[in-house]
């Protein structure tokens, strides 16, 4: 089994003529080596029109005894504080399978380095390797996004802060834009198994373990719709908390402006010229007396009232 990362003009050509299966993988190519490449190989020049040019959405294009998929995967950026899609351009044929890459892809040169050391029968699985490699990368991505929303809902219902609504909504894009990429590739990835059994030479190929793959595509992309459902309701339950917690704040003020009205109610009371309190407040100590039963009682009282209350008000 050959493993090509370069296009090396001689090898591609005796490797054509042998009728030898092998894999090309170019990563950040130039457009020399994509037209270098295509010739070669004999690809459709729509084909490489659409190779040179990336950010596409995911599809299938067939041509006579060739097929281009479009796949997207994704990794953890190295800090781990986002996610990095990476497109794939797969060129399959019953003789080669040629990959275009503009970002690096830890899955796909592991895949290189044990597939050098694999015999003739690893041309049974290598489509099926690429594209199990490319969609096996998609669930350590699945659970990174999972982890930041479950820390960022236990935050949320600790404490709410203005800018856990910012990561909310960070959060949400990445998972969106992951969504918006993989969902179209689920769809239509039936329709990619077909047009890859149907090639000629691909014979030995298992329908059975590219039907994995789109398994595991419909376990991924179900996460990713109730992430989706999760930070929609994270939103909601933010603002819940975030209202709670201002309607906490304004149970305390109350509570505190009632024993302040308390408080200034009586005192202003005794400050009052009315005859029985110049009759009978005469002295310091009688002053003392009725001042204090009247700031005492009444405080008592509310204090009361609200610790039995406390539970439903805070």
Not at 98 to 110: C, G, M, W, Y
Not at 155 to 182: F, G, M, W
Not at 271 to 294: A, C, M, P, R, S
């Amino acid at each position: 089994m050959e493993v090509l990362t370069e296009v090396d003009r001689d090898r591609i050509a005796a490797l054509r003529r042998r009728d030898e299966f092998f894999w090309l993988d170019l990563e950040a190519p130039s457009d020399d080596d994509i037209d270098a490449a295509g010739s070669l190989l004999g690809l459709h020049e729509l084909a490489l029109e659409d190779t040179r040019e990336f950010d596409q959405r995911p599809k299938l294009d067939r041509y006579p005894e060739r097929v281009l998929l479009v796949y997207w995967s994704a990794h953890v950026t190295p800090n781990a504080l986002g996610v990095e899609l990476i497109e794939v351009h797969l060129h399959i044929s019953g003789g080669f399978l040629f990959t275009v890459r503009r970002a690096s892809s830890r899955e796909l040169d592991e895949l290189r380095a044990a597939l050098r050391h694999e015999g003739a029968e690893a041309e049974e699985y290598m489509v099926y390797s690429v594209l199990d490699g490319l969609t096996d990368a998609l669930f350590p991505v699945v659970d990174h996004l999972e982890a930041r929303i479950d820390a960022l809902e236990e935050l949320v219902l600790r404490d709410t802060d203005r800018r856990q609504l910012s990561e909310i909504y960070r959060l949400k894009q990445e998972v969106t834009a992951v969504q918006r990429r993989l969902v179209p590739q689920h769809d239509q990835f039936g329709a990619a198994v077909e047009a890859i059994m149907a090639l000629p030479g691909l014979t030995r190929g298992s329908r059975e373990y590219l039907r994995d793959i789109g398994d595991h595509l419909a376990q991924v992309t179900g996460e990713l719709y109730r992430q989706t459902d999760d930070l929609g309701a994270l939103t909601s339950t933010y603002f819940n908390a975030n209202a709670n917690r201002l309607n906490r704040l304004a149970t305390r003020l109350t509570i505190l402006a009632t024993f302040f009205l308390i408080w200034t109610l009586v005192t202003s009371f005794f400050g009052q010229n009315f005859k029985w309190l110049t009759d009978h407040v005469d002295t310091f100590e009688t002053f003392v007396i009725y001042e204090t039963l009247g700031l005492v009682l009444p405080t008592v009282i509310a204090a009361v009232y609200f610790w039995r209350r406390r539970r439903e008000w805070l």
